[in-house]
């Protein structure tokens, strides 16, 4: 079966040059965006001590030569965030940056190991208000590409409706018939054989190594995703605390958290938390991480002291991750990631 032509060839560009500059005009338009409420963009480093804690996701390492021969291990960062909250705690009060981020293990229609994210935080304002933010972004990136909707492999959704706000155990018995919180303690600790049972009982496969988490993530997945964000965005909010490292617990519920996902089309494009700042709470929940990380994967990533001390001073604030590209794709009816990379990361030809 014959490759197909690189992305640089002059037919292959030629077709991809309208999404490319529908980017760069969203692009433009969010810098507005952020500027006309006060935003501060800011460019943080690409490498960093520790590139995230979380256990699935997987990052790039290399090493930092000093004059002396001497080695530090360093890794391409996977999101902003850690510099971001450094920024705020440092005193900075609303933030915006574009970033190129890099995940191992992930490449496909919607992943790609290189990509930009837009992460913007807000000190001293709820994560409603980023759920605000959201609406006018979805609204802004079709205004400015000149679409009434946004796209993906057959579903649409409109911008210019205001987003439904779901809760993640309401969307679980709304398309699972799974009662979520009846498998979570009073304190967030979960209970795997109660969401078995429930999951069993709604015909959905349990194997005997899933974990809580990967049997939640096998109804998310499965059952929630593919149902949020038709005809309307959908905030898809409250995440079990379990599920939720780097949110502080509501405060009407412990069970759950203030993290919400942003999704269009079925597709997830944003990820937002009501931040924790609190160092210790925060080690112990990056400590359960890399212990599940080495269970699964073999492997661990350090934890970012620096970061954890600048917990103490960070003010309470809220922050959003959003996958630029992706918001790009939908804007502009892009069929894949890399249609929107004004250049894309070589594939390896056998």
């Known amino acids: 079966m014959p490759h197909a032509s690189p ?14 500059i529908g980017r760069n005009r ?13 935003f501060i963009e800011v ?6 001590v520790s590139p995230g804690n979380e256990a699935h996701l997987h990052a790039f390492a290399t090493q930092a030569l000093g004059p002396d021969g ?12 850690f510099a971001c909250k450094k920024l705020v705690a440092a005193g900075e009060r609303r933030i915006a940056c574009f970033a190129h981020v890099y995940r191992n293990r ?36 079709a205004e400015t590409t000149g679409t009434r909707s946004l796209a993906y492999q057959g579903r649409s959704c409109d911008p210019f409706l205001e987003p439904e706000r779901l809760s993640v155990a309401d969307a679980f018995a709304r398309f699972a018939g799974i009662d979520l919180l009846a498998s979570i303690g009073k304190d967030g600790d979960t209970d795997r054989e109660s969401l078995a049972a429930a999951m069993r009982e709604a015909g959905l496969r349990v194997a005997e190594d899933d974990t809580w988490a990967d049997l939640f993530s096998r109804v998310l997945v499965e059952k ?17 605390a379990a599920e939720a490292a780097l949110a502080r617990p509501t405060p009407r519920d412990r069970r759950v958290a203030e993290r919400f996902e942003l999704y269009a089309c079925g597709v997830e494009l944003a990820n937002a938390f009501g931040e924790l700042t609190d160092a210790t709470e925060q080690r112990r929940r990056f400590e359960l ?17 620096d970061f954890l001390a600048a917990l103490a001073l960070m003010p309470e604030a809220s922050g959003i991750a959003l996958g630029f590209d992706r918001l790009v794709m939908l804007a502009t009816g892009a069929a894949r ?8 990361v070589a594939e390896v030809r056998a």
């Open 7 to 20: 992305w640089w060839t002059p037919d292959v560009h030629a077709d991809r040059r309208p999404f490319l």
């Open 337 to 344: 990631i890399d249609q929107v990379l004004w250049a894309p």
């Open 43 to 48: 460019d943080t480093a690409t490498l960093q």
């Open 26 to 38: 969203i692009q433009s338009a969010l810098r507005r965006f952020f500027g006309e409420r006060d």
């Open 106 to 141: 992930e490449r496909g229609p919607l992943h790609h190991p290189e990509f930009t994210m837009l992460e913007w935080y807000r000190a001293e304002e709820t994560y409603e208000t980023l759920m605000r933010d959201c609406a006018g972004i979805l609204a802004l990136a």
């Open 289 to 305: 991480e890399m212990a599940e990380k080495a269970r699964v994967y073999g492997e661990t990533y350090p934890l970012d002291e």
């Open 224 to 240: 929630v995703e593919p149902n949020l964000g038709m005809g309307r965005a959908t905030i898809l909010d409250e995440y079990p």
């Open 70 to 81: 001497s080695v530090q291990p360093l890794y391409l960062h996977t999101s902003p965030e």
